[in-house]
């Protein structure tokens, strides 16, 4: 049943700080709301358990892309639609920039935020895979302060994030160095547009002769969160990508993931098709240096 | 809570709880009735309106942050009761049945148009693919975006242009 909108309070503060002397005043008390492309559906279906919502949208200290020499940093309220136009992302990271055209219609686009999408923090969304493989940074901020930490501690468990109730995320760092990486990625869903992944999957490698020398795997819809695939990865680097070696990394992945039954797929099926996409993946980077 | 906005180019201010549905506001404080539900979650693009340019979902957009806000809806496309291009196209090509989806469908084409003049089969697919339609198939929708793109088509100079090159700024 649909909400009743009389029941809930939203401010919009003009500024990050106001934003943050709210939610330091009051932690835990307000949601935050970016695009509202989430938090908006849950509102229709009369799910959305806070009663007091404090809106980001507006504030321009979290909408920007800058690039320095050693990286690219991304405002946590940049909407999928700037990330598609990024030039350097383009070029750079492009698994981030094809999760952002992944990611539910062009309408969706425009609206939804890099931050929205993290914070919401569900194990099937679009832009976590490419995140963890190119080992993003997140730097978190309140009224106490500031810290970064790595992308790939920030998801704790199935809809939690490592911010503290009075925390945002601010940006997202990416390090320059994927340029002459090998990159695949690739979103099993219902259909093409704006289905939400059965499983998604991204990897960066790069090889030294025949041999790995380094690789990082991203995956959605592979446990209760996002996650990058150490023992595929442990059980990669250094090698020739041989049948043999092939067939040790899908088991080392079929061995960290736990996908499971639900109203989009089965945990068999995820566990086998993300066990043939990594194959094909490893096949292509083998094929790449021939 | 007072939120003022221009819509179809008229100042409107309206006194209504800060996380209604943009959608509702337009519908029931308005009585812009053009502007359709249809999910009611962002899946279906009936809602769809220009907010500040782009193309949106008014079902996912709370009140609040349309405050402030320049809005175009199906009812500012047409000029003095004349049917936009875009518009006379969807007529001339058969792309509306029911007629829930069209005024999405003429949003999302207008927004795609500004985007890419000339766009690519695959680039109105992609820009309409936020919008259902049940009755047509889709097939004469597509054919109506690309007529619009023929040369002598009058929907070649819609205003506002919106560079489809790569660019590194944003927030602007």
Partial sequence: ?290 | MAISFTVNGEKKTVEVPPVSRLLDVLREELHLTGTKEGCGEGECGSCSVMLNGELVNSCLVPALQADGATICTIEGMSAGGEMHPIQKKFLECGAAQCGICTPGMVLAAHHLLQKYPQPTMEQIREGLAGNLCRCTGYQRIFEAVAACAEPGSQTQDLGHPHPAAVTDEVGK
Wanted: glycine share 8%; aromatic share 6%; hydrophobic share 45%.
């Fill in chain 1, 1 to 290: 049943m649909r909400s009743n909108v009389t029941e809930y309070e939203m401010i919009a503060p003009r500024t990050l700080e106001a934003a943050l002397q709210t939610m330091a005043a009051q932690p835990g008390e307000y949601l935050p709301v970016a695009g509202g492309t989430e938090v908006m559906v849950m509102l229709g279906v009369g799910k959305l358990a806070a009663k007091k919502l404090i809106s980001l949208g507006g504030l321009k200290e979290l909408r920007f892309i800058t690039a320095s020499e050693g990286s690219v940093t991304i405002g946590a309220g940049t909407t999928f639609t700037d990330i598609r136009k990024s030039k350097v992302i383009a070029e750079e990271f492009p698994l981030l920039a094809m999760a952002a055209s992944w990611t539910g219609s062009i309408a969706n686009q425009n609206r939804g935020t890099l931050g929205g999408n993290l914070v919401n923090a569900s194990p099937a969304a679009d832009s976590p895979p490419a995140l963890l493989a190119y080992d993003a940074q997140v730097e978190i901020v309140s009224a106490r302060g500031v810290r970064t930490i790595p992308y790939c501690e920030f998801h704790k468990g199935y809809k939690k994030t490592a911010l503290a109730a009075d925390e945002l995320l601010r940006c997202i760092t990416l390090p320059r160095r994927f340029a002459g990486y090998f990159q695949r990625s690739r979103k099993v869903g219902t259909r093409n547009a704006q289905a939400i992944s059965k499983i998604a999957l991204a990897l960066a490698a790069k090889m030294d002769g025949d041999r790995v020398a380094e690789i990082a795997i991203g995956g959605a819809s592979l446990r209760e969160m996002p996650i990058r695939c150490y023992a595929a990865e442990s059980a990669l680097r250094g090698q020739k990508l041989d049948a043999a070696a092939i067939t040790s990394a899908r088991k080392a992945l079929e061995g960290e993931i736990a996908p499971i039954d639900d109203i989009r797929s089965t945990g068999k099926y995820r566990a086998h098709v993300v066990g043939n996409i990594l194959e094909e993946f490893l096949r292509e980077l083998a094929a790449s240096e021939e």
